[in-house]
């Protein structure tokens, strides 16, 4: 069962890119967190090109503990 809530002690990890609506990876992710039992979300976050070093600030500053891009 994929995760349906957040807590303060969810992590976050992620995928970016432009355009981000078609990759699969936040399914398959948030199962396999959920088969293991983590308390983690993937998301899919969508980040142009010339956003990418504030979008990068950010996620660093939200503590976001995985990212992949496209």
Excluded: Q
Aim: include cysteine; charged fraction near 25%; aromatic fraction near 8%.
């Amino acid at each position: 069962m994929v995760k349906e809530t957040m807590s303060g002690e969810t992590r976050l990890c992620g995928i970016i890119g432009d355009p981000i609506e078609h990759t699969m990876s936040p399914a398959i992710h948030n199962a396999a967190f959920a088969r293991m039992g983590l308390d983690y979300l993937y998301v899919a976050f969508h980040v142009r090109k010339e956003w990418l070093g504030r979008a990068m600030e950010g996620m660093r500053a939200l503590d976001i503990r995985g990212l992949n891009n496209i």
